[in-house]
């Protein structure tokens, strides 16, 4: 039972450069979210998605993008990566809408740009 | 403007002892509260607490909301090395549904 997974774990890049994070869920969750988490800010939420090709903005959006093309996937884009981008992206799963479940998160994604 | 304040930030203590973690919100509409544990990576739950005074237990791991003061507490007892984590409160957002407001976390460090 794998539930949510992200890809890649770790990454690196360089200012400009583009990048797109999956995340891979095999509960048949329909609400599938992309949170950041930075040091003494808790996670904050960028975008999700309530159903296969839907999507909408979080708390901060700004420079990410993403898509939801298949129910059991939800990709995060970085078009041109900014130092301030350099964060820990969650991605998680829940069944729900109201917040009476618990949301299911990835391992994470640690990312890095110099 | 809604906000989650988790303290305290950090706390180191030693196996067998006992701690409490607090969590305080200002949230409009406020319906639920959650707690999340947080070793190295992913976040996992623990707690939902929707209402007050009714206490959630799990083991040594216990869990209380006070909707007329506006806090939650978190307490585990007899600590372990094994709790050594960071615990994440969250409460969900009622302007937009599909987002909560967590709080920094408090990283906990349990020494043998």
């Known amino acids: 039972n794998a539930g949510v997974t992200q890809t890649p774990k770790f990454r690196v890049l360089k200012t400009g450069q583009s990048m797109t994070l999956l995340c891979a869920q095999d509960m048949n969750h329909e609400y599938m979210y992309w949170y950041r988490q930075d040091p003494g800010m808790g996670l904050r939420l960028i975008h999700y998605s309530v159903g296969e090709g839907t999507t909408a903005k979080g708390e901060v959006p700004d420079g990410y993008n993403v898509s939801r093309l298949k129910k059991q996937n939800f990709l995060l884009g970085l078009e041109s990566a900014a130092p301030s981008q350099t964060s820990v992206y969650f991605c998680?799963?829940?069944?729900?809408?109201?917040?009476?479940?618990?949301?299911?998160f990835g391992q994470g994604t640690r990312l890095t740009v110099v | 403007e809604d906000k989650v304040v988790q303290s305290p930030l950090s706390l180191v203590v030693h196996e067998g002892d006992t701690v409490t973690l607090n969590c305080s919100y200002e949230?409009?509409?406020?319906?639920?509260l959650l707690w999340y544990k947080q070793e190295k990576k992913a976040p996992t739950f623990l707690f939902m607490l929707?209402?007050?005074?009714i206490e959630k237990k799990s083991g040594r791991l216990s869990s209380i909301l006070d909707k007329k003061e506006l806090f939650s507490i978190l307490n585990i007892t007899a600590t372990q090395t094994g709790d050594s984590a960071i615990y994440l409160c969250?409460?969900?957002?009622?302007?937009?549904?599909?987002?909560?407001?967590f709080g920094a976390g408090t990283r906990l460090t349990v020494k043998p």
């Open positions: 998680a799963s829940r069944w729900d809408r109201g917040w009476s479940t618990e949301a299911f």
């Open positions: 929707t209402s007050s005074g």
């Open positions: 949230v409009t509409n406020f319906r639920s």
């Open positions: 969250a409460v969900p957002l009622q302007y937009n549904n599909n987002d909560m407001r």
